[in-house]
């Protein structure tokens, strides 16, 4: 008798030892797979954003707000356009200078476009997955915003209506190629306020990818592997294991501009909301 009790302690103690092994092998996958919020959001501005993780998804929150000056904060001076079709539209002028206004330098007030950036304040809300993978099959990007910049505005592509090229509103567009309108104010091409022929983070695309300047830190210059949609995988001043992240591809727009993002969609957009 005094053997099987012996006998079944053992097995008892080793039953123990194997259940408590298991418990701690799915505690380390649990936290292996933990979702965790990229150290790229950290360039994200502060003011203008709230971002956190909801379960394995990365909320971001904007008032779609810049953090920089521009020509398009309200102003002291009264504009008048005349819309597509022959509507007269008038930018009231404000009682004093917003604190980031500045003279515009690369449009004029004549060429500039109806609203001001204060009009626009609003909420705009991304979720994307805090580990995003590449899709099956590309997909185009719509009209509106496709994006967020780490400034707090949106990131639009290279259309300025329903098959209407941007070429014919460049003009409106200030310093930093952005303008406002229809919802927001928005950029569409590089964005010099804070990058400029650099490696700089542009902001996040709507799948899940951030969008890199002109060159790719991983080498110093631009890269020379980016897919049709100005993505390459690679490792970044963020992340120290390579990852796909796309970049503005250094093909000159117009002879002078680059464009943020004229490609397809490498992973699954969500709506920004």
């Not at 003011?47 to 020509?71: K, R």
């Not at 500045?102 to 997955?129: H, K």
Request: with cysteine; glycine share 8%.
């Amino acid at each position: 008798m005094k053997y099987f009790v012996f006998f079944l302690l053992i097995v008892l103690g080793l039953t123990s030892v194997f259940v408590s092994c298991q418990k701690d092998d799915n505690t380390e996958d649990m936290e292996e797979t933990e979702a965790t919020l990229h150290p790229a959001f950290e360039e994200f501005d502060n003011d203008n954003f709230s971002i956190y993780l909801d379960g394995d998804e990365v909320v971001l929150e904007s008032n779609g707000l810049p953090n920089h000056t521009s020509p398009y904060w309200s102003n002291t001076t009264e504009r008048n356009v005349i819309d597509p079709m022959g509507n007269s539209l008038t930018t009231e002028a404000a009682s004093e200078n917003h604190a980031l206004f500045v003279e515009p330098t690369v449009t004029s007030y004549a060429q500039m476009a109806p609203g001001n950036i204060d009009d626009f304040n609003g909420s705009y809300t991304l979720r994307i997955p805090a580990n995003p993978v590449l899709a099956s099959s590309s997909s185009s990007t719509g009209l509106g915003a496709i994006g967020i910049a780490v400034s707090g505005s949106m990131i639009y592509n290279d259309e300025e209506g329903p098959n209407v090229p941007l070429d014919d509103a460049v003009g409106s567009l200030d310093y930093t190629a952005a303008h406002t309108g229809p919802q927001s104010y928005h950029y569409h091409l590089e964005t010099k306020a804070w990058s400029n022929d650099d490696e700089a983070l542009i902001g996040v695309i709507s799948d899940g990818f951030f969008l890199y300047g002109r060159k790719c830190n991983s080498t110093g210059t631009y890269p020379t592997d980016l897919d049709e949609s100005g993505g390459h995988t690679s490792t970044t001043q963020h992340a120290t294991d390579a990852e796909y992240h796309y970049h503005i591809q250094n093909e000159l727009y117009l002879n002078a501009y680059y464009i943020l993002f004229p490609g397809d969609y490498q992973g699954t957009p969500n709506a920004i909301q």
